[in-house]
């Protein structure tokens, strides 16, 4: 059990700072995606892992449309 909150946490931290560098990245091109860093963000990216910070960006992207 601990061993699987510690990887949520883990995933949590990662994807928070993924967030912050594909903003980076983006914001650099003249793309503004607006995804933020928030407790719900960072729980999708940590319960979810990668395809949570796909999903995340897929809604930001939708937005756009």
């Known amino acids: 059990m601990m061993e699987k909150i510690l990887n949520i946490i883990m995933r949590g931290i990662l994807g928070t ?5 594909i903003n980076a990245v983006l914001d650099r091109i003249g793309m503004p995606l607006g995804v933020g860093i ?4 960072v ?3 940590g319960i979810l892992g ?4 796909l999903a995340l960006y897929g809604i930001g992207i939708y ?3």
């Not at 700072?17 to 560098?21: G, R, S």
């Not at 990668?50 to 910070?53: K, S």
């Open 43 to 45: 729980l999708t990216s």
């Open 38 to 41: 928030n407790v719900a963000t």
């Open 17 to 21: 700072i993924a967030i912050y560098f």
């Open 63 to 65: 937005k756009i449309l």
């Open 50 to 53: 990668f395809p949570g910070l």
